[in-house]
């Protein structure tokens, strides 16, 4: 599998990061020879093994469902770049 | 007066306790130090007025009897950890100016126990990197050279500041963290001792993340004793973060008896790659010698999925990257860039934000999670990571703990292999694998390059066995018995 300028075009957009048209011959020149070195994986025979979720044996902690911390609006806000009225603040969006 | 500087954390610890110096007067040197070793590019920020406040506070802890085996010992804390009020950027340019609200539990950890703040030392961005020349920052030198070279060499990364620091004796001991071997390799390249615990030892709440099912903390010192001492600070539990594990913290350095008499001790035969110099090989096998003339059993093991590791870390770290990066949006902190629509304004800001390699891997990884793709390459590689797993397991059964070479070669010189990731990747090639099976590892300095640059061994243990870790990379330690120091060629 390799990919092309119109692939790395569309990863890039799902990545939400602009890439210019210049750059994405070399970027997709890039991806694949890690791609490529990547495709090694394919000959191990994963045939019923079971895909990794945690590396130490422990399950998760539970605790009772109530509020335990919070109400820090301000200092949530604090390094917004821009903030209104105790909101985060972002381009308009609705036309 | 003595110099300071030069101490050891547990050397540090007995003169403050025994008031031969004052933790002022330790922070006052470190901080004159730092000034002086400003070209090496070491730390991002330096906090002096906070550093002095801090060893005040130390003195009064210890006049008051109440002190600790950190109390008054000047660290510098890799800029990944959030730190209240200070610079924790992960030297990233889309975290400009971010200034935390709250502190990391590891920071917390270690204040609590009276440390002192030095600075935030600088890293490979978004810790991504093994030769931290990924930082917005610029590059750290290395201060060892080779030979009679002036030609600068990197420290490793992307821990690459934090042993910067340590080897140029301007800071005590520092925090690292680890993801594929970022404290261990930049451990080798510097001279010192770098330990990753296992998954789950240490809080990562307000570390900053990179690939949330393998990053853990860790110290770089310059000994064994040392990062027993500093672990036993930073480890323990923490409601904050699920995946710490709520077992108690031993006394580390108590661990390290000096007996590992009948220990059995697994000598990888996958770890001997192409292309590995024979100094290195050389090298693990003197730590061999080493071992087992101090009593402990050579075993021979196999980790037969060994070759696999790095293209398994190299889909499984992008993946969990493209996701936990997609918090940097130009909305909640950080750098923002305009654009024409909401979509623009994320797209650019993301553009400018971040460096090239963090971009590469966020587009490696959000192509394996894409549709299509993900059961053939993100499924698979955490499949293939449980057969990783399970080869340690095995071997576990036949021995205690694992020796290897840390890094494939010595530190290399700056801008050698910037131009070439497959190359760059290959370093970690010794120290993915346990960070795969979230097992713990340390690299401990056991002798010099041809041409005078430090190598390190790598001892691994089992899940929660630092203790028996450690006391065999004490054994290592004192066998290899490695007191170089480099030359200094920076400052006045």
């Not at chain 2, 101090?294 to 398994?312: E, R, V």
């Not at chain 2, 028996?468 to 066998?479: G, H, W």
Request: glycine share 8%; charged share 20%; hydrophobic share 40%.
């Amino acid at each position: 599998m390799s990919v092309d300028k119109d692939t790395v075009a569309k990863i890039a957009n799902l990545a939400r990061i602009a890439v210019s048209d210049d750059e994405l011959e070399s970027t997709a020149g890039e991806l694949n020879n890690i791609l490529d070195w990547v495709e090694q994986l394919s000959e191990v025979s994963t045939e019923g093994v079971e895909a990794m979720t945690s590396v130490v044996a422990a399950s998760l902690p539970r605790r009772e469902d109530k509020v335990t911390d919070g109400g820090y609006r301000d200092q949530v806000l604090k390094n917004a770049p821009v903030s209104e009225h105790g909101f985060f603040a972002v381009p308009k969006v609705i036309e | 007066m003595t110099e300071l500087t030069k101490l050891t954390l547990s050397a540090a610890r007995d003169g403050l306790h025994n008031r031969d110096f004052t933790a002022r007067e330790i922070t006052e040197q470190h901080v004159n130090a730092i000034e002086d070793a400003k070209e090496l590019n070491t730390y991002i920020e330096v906090t002096t007025n906070q550093a002095l406040q801090m060893a005040d506070a130390a003195d009064e802890m210890i006049k008051s009897g109440n002190a600790k085996s950190m109390t008054g010992i000047p660290i510098g804390i890799k800029d990944l950890y959030c730190t209240k009020g200070f610079h924790s950027c992960a030297a990233s340019h889309i975290l400009d100016g971010f200034k935390p609200e709250y502190e990391s539990t590891v920071t917390s950890n270690l204040w609590n126990d009276g440390a002192v703040m030095l600075g935030k030392t600088n890293m490979d961005e978004f810790a991504m990197g093994s030769s931290n020349e990924n930082s917005y920052y610029g590059p750290v030198k290395n201060p060892w050279r080779a030979g009679n070279s002036d030609k600068d060499t990197v420290p490793g990364g992307s821990s690459g500041g934090s042993a910067a620091a340590v080897a140029a004796d301007i800071s005590i001991a520092t925090t690292g963290t680890d993801t594929g071997g970022s404290i261990r390799q930049p451990a080798s390249f510097a001279g010192l001792v770098g330990l990753k615990p296992t998954y789950g030892r240490c809080s990562r709440f307000g570390m900053i993340a990179f690939a949330s099912s393998l990053d853990q903390a860790g110290p770089l010192t310059k000994s064994v004793r040392d990062a027993a001492i500093m672990l036993e600070s930073m480890a323990g539990y923490d409601e904050k973060d699920s995946t710490c594990i709520n077992i108690p913290v031993p006394n580390y350095e108590a661990a390290l008896t000096g007996d590992i008499s009948g220990l059995k001790v697994g000598i990888p035969n996958e770890y001997r790659v192409d292309g590995m110099p024979g100094e290195i090989e050389k090298l693990w096998q003197q730590g061999i010698a080493w071992l087992k003339d101090a009593g402990a059993q050579i075993i021979d093991i196999s980790l037969p999925h060994t070759k696999y590791a790095l293209p398994t870390y190299y889909i499984v770290a992008p993946a969990e990257c493209s996701s936990n990066l997609a918090r940097y949006d130009g909305v909640k902190y950080g750098l923002r860039v305009t654009g024409d629509s909401l979509d623009d304004m994320y797209k650019n800001t993301r553009a400018a934000g971040f460096g090239d390699e963090v971009k590469r891997r966020i587009l490696i990884g959000t192509y394996v999670l894409s549709a299509g793709y993900y059961d053939a390459y993100y499924l698979k590689a955490q499949r293939v990571r449980t057969l990783i797993a399970n080869d340690f397991k095995a071997a576990y059964e036949k021995c205690d703990v694992i020796l290897t070479p840390t890094a494939p070669s010595a530190a290399f010189e700056l801008g050698d292999k910037i131009s070439d990731p497959l190359a760059m990747y290959l370093n970690d090639v010794f120290t993915v694998p346990a960070s795969l099976a979230g097992l713990p590892g340390v690299s401990v300095p056991a002798g010099l390059s041809a041409e005078g640059l430090p190598l390190g061994l790598q001892v691994l243990g089992q899940a929660f066995g630092e203790e028996q870790m450690l006391n065999v990379a004490d054994v290592l330690e004192k066998a290899a018995a490695f007191n170089v120091k480099p030359t200094k060629w920076w400052g006045e």
